[in-house]
């Protein structure tokens, strides 16, 4: 596969010499912004969507009215659907007007002309391979430290909200966006169960009553790579799946290094989507999602969902509670038989 078109806007060029790639990303943004109509109309609509917030417990869901996502809320991800359609994601498939910035070798960043952060990035693998994390792992919380000035880094499983599932890639939003990378702190205290905490790094898994999830923070790539390693093989012991079902945000800061924080999931979507008629309401969580924006693309069910129908749709779509608990027995298990 051929690279996509490569910027060569003069200030994009200058801050990738620099390595200074998270500014490089917001010089391209501001350069396809003047040289792409369709983002230029999809920033347009962004400024105009309609925002609601709920204060559950002691953490926020905001909804976010954003009738551009309906194409990827509803996408249909079944193998049968992926091999009738051609992969937006491929180079040659790419719209005329879409430049990037080449990262680490085998990974492009390009604007979302759909977006929902301020600023909105989806990264593409030049290789048309399955959306799959194991193999894949190292690359993105590489890029996640890259960009780590401006960006959170997000994944989406192949049946957990990615609408390309065929191809493997990664998004970047505006760090910060999500809500829960500002209360992350605050559902540790009040929701969490550590199950290590050493000089190394520190693990812990949080229910809040909406969400399930486990949390890595570390500074030692191979500590981290070793940790992720070792839940990825404990948690298909929960969910059998070719991939085990998960969703994850990733932010690095210089100070302290990663936090990977990965929802652990039951299904990819709701009872609430499949209902007929007016009962239906199109809601398909995924990472953005589930870190505190809900992307909600029908008007009407966002004049109507309120926090039942939120925690409804959460407690669903998240592993169960059961799981959950015969998780954190194996997590302790296994790092207090073998420390990082």
């Not at 007007?97 to 952060?117: A, E, S, T």
């Not at 894949?136 to 960009?147: A, E, V, Y």
């Not at 990378?181 to 969490?192: C, M, P, Q």
């Amino acid at each position: 596969m051929t690279y996509p078109k490569l910027s060569d806007n003069k200030k994009v060029l200058a801050e990738i010499e620099d390595k200074d790639y998270a500014s490089a990303a917001k010089q391209l943004l501001i350069s396809q912004l003047n040289d792409w109509e369709e983002l230029a109309e999809g920033y347009k609509r962004l400024n105009n969507v309609k925002v609601k917030s709920f204060l559950i417990d002691d953490f926020h869901i905001k909804l976010q009215l954003n009738p551009s996502r309906m194409k990827s809320t509803s996408a249909k991800v079944g193998e049968k659907e992926i091999k009738k359609r051609s992969c937006f994601l491929c180079s040659e498939n790419l719209p005329y007007d879409q430049r990037g910035i080449k990262l680490i070798d085998d990974y492009v960043l390009l604007c979302n002309p759909y977006p929902i952060f301020p600023n909105h990035f989806t990264i593409a693998s030049i290789s048309h391979e399955p959306q799959e994390i194991k193999s894949s792992f190292n690359d993105f919380i590489s890029l996640s430290r890259m960009l780590s000035d401006k960006y959170t880094l997000i994944y989406n499983g192949p049946r957990c909200g990615a609408s390309a599932p065929d191809h493997l890639h990664f998004q970047a939003g505006t760090k910060q966006y999500m809500p829960i990378e500002n209360e992350f702190h605050t559902l540790i205290k009040n929701h969490g169960n550590e199950i290590l905490n050493n000089k190394n790094i520190a693990i812990n898994v949080v229910d809040d009553g909406l969400r399930r999830f486990i949390s890595f923070e570390s500074g030692d790539v191979n500590v981290l790579l070793e940790s992720f390693d070792r839940f990825y093989h404990l948690y298909p012991n929960i969910k059998s799946e070719n991939e085990p079902m998960m969703n994850i945000i990733c932010n690095y800061a210089k100070e302290y290094g990663w936090r990977a924080v990965i929802f652990l999931r039951h299904k990819h979507r709701s009872s609430h989507y499949y209902l007929e008629g007016n009962e239906k309401i199109t809601i398909s969580p995924a990472a953005i999602d589930i870190g505190g924006v809900c992307i909600i693309p029908v008007e009407k069910d966002f004049k109507r969902i309120d926090e039942e129908t939120l925690t409804e749709v959460f407690e669903e779509v998240s592993l169960q509670r059961n799981d959950f608990e015969k998780l954190i027995m194996l997590l302790k298990e296994e790092y207090n038989y073998r420390s990082l």
